[in-house]
């Protein structure tokens, strides 16, 4: 499986953007696809997870509710919808994926072993 990350671009602040991650084939099981982004001079954090068979969702208290995601398992992807969006959001946001995913291990990086190219967000105030 391959993970395509798409939708980024400059925004004012306030405004709404969606990102895209698509999967280059049907996945099934218990895969998890999660959004980690890297602001410059920063380290990679965790932005929101999704288990695309349950729909179960997590987040990092750090987007405060601004985001959702959400998956069209038809399409195979997976979108980060972000709204009310802030300076601190502009990073390249990475979509990853992995299938022997633990619930503990959600928000950690190394936990995903499919990543797909990073997609830029600047927002400026």
């Known amino acids: 499986v391959q993970l395509q990350a798409s939708g980024g671009g400059l925004v004012q602040a306030g405004d709404s953007l969606r990102l895209s991650c698509s999967a280059s084939e049907r996945t099934s099981g218990r895969f998890t696809v999660a959004w980690f982004r890297q602001g410059s001079g920063k380290e990679r954090e965790f932005v929101a997870a999704i288990r695309t068979n349950s729909g179960t969702t997590y987040y990092a208290d750090s987007i405060e509710g601004r985001f959702t995601i959400s998956r069209d398992n038809a399409k195979n992807t997976v979108y980060p919808q972000m709204n009310s969006l802030k300076a601190g959001d502009t990073a390249v946001y990475h979509c990853?994926?992995?299938?022997?995913?633990?619930?503990?291990?959600?928000?950690?990086?190394?936990?995903?072993?499919?990543w797909g190219q990073g997609t830029q967000v600047t927002v400026s105030s």
């Open positions: 990853a994926g992995s299938f022997t995913l633990i619930t503990s291990s959600t928000y950690t990086s190394t936990s995903y072993s499919i």
